[in-house]
């Protein structure tokens, strides 16, 4: 009864590659997120979305373009991967003004 | 934008002794106040949380204050344990949909 899950976990790739990682929550909950985390463990938000709107873009390369189907998932693409983009993406979700949950992550490394 | 700032950033204690973990905000709508516990490999998971109506809360070991003036809020652990062991993260909501991260501390407790 996973409350926030996301696929792939592991994820490796070569530079220039496309990728996606998929993130679905059960918690009922309104808004979902993406976050960056890098080596330095440092949490950067990406994206947050409310009911499938769009309501954060935290400046974000153009190459990742997320995608919201309904309220309970919400996808992330990656086209032509870089070695920066090495890190680990959580997917989230809240309740507005609430507590966040996070998904396991998905370990991405690009060679 | 809100602007998350945490201190210290690496912390080592003996067993049984107090750690303390201090943030400051920037932004004067934020009223939500997590804190986040990340073992290695695993997801951030809330461990305690603070609003802006509230100075202070406890739960067991673990309180948290917040000065809403200053700005700033803390994290209290007493009687450390080895599990208490990881990398802490304070937050911040600024928006409904929007929570911001400190750099994040690393506490280890010494047996």
């Known amino acids: 009864d996973t409350a926030v899950s996301q696929t792939p976990k592991y994820l490796v790739t070569q530079m220039g590659n496309d990728k996606s990682i998929k993130c679905e929550q059960n918690?009922?909950?309104?808004?979902m997120y993406w976050y960056k985390q890098d080596s330095k463990k440092f949490l950067k938000i990406m994206f947050s979305?409310?009911?499938?709107?769009?309501?954060i873009n935290e400046t974000v390369p153009n190459r990742f373009s997320p995608k919201s189907p309904d309220k309970a998932h919400l996808n992330l693409h990656i086209n032509s991967l870089e070695l920066g983009d090495s890190a680990v993406y959580f997917c989230?979700?809240?309740?507005?003004?609430?507590?966040?949950?996070f998904g396991e992550g998905s370990w991405l490394t690009v060679v | 934008g809100e602007n998350v700032e945490q201190h210290p950033s690496t912390l080592s204690v003996q067993e049984g002794d107090s750690a303390v973990i201090k943030c400051t905000y920037s932004?004067?709508?934020?009223?939500?106040f997590p804190w986040y516990k990340q073992e290695l490999g695993k997801r951030p998971q809330l461990i305690i949380d603070?609003?802006?109506?509230?100075g202070e809360k406890k739960d067991q070991r673990i309180a948290v204050t917040l000065n809403k003036t200053a700005k700033h809020f803390s994290l209290h652990i007493t009687e450390t344990q080895p599990e208490d062991s990881a990398v802490y993260f304070c937050?911040?909501?600024?928006?409904?949909?929007?929570?911001?991260f400190g750099a994040g501390t690393r506490l280890t407790v010494k047996p």
């Open positions: 918690l009922g909950h309104d808004t």
């Open positions: 937050a911040a909501t600024p928006g409904n949909n929007d929570m911001r």
């Open positions: 603070i609003r802006s109506n509230v």
């Open positions: 989230a979700s809240s309740q507005i003004g609430n507590t966040i949950y």
């Open positions: 932004d004067s709508a934020s009223n939500y």
């Open positions: 979305y409310n009911n499938k709107e769009l309501i």
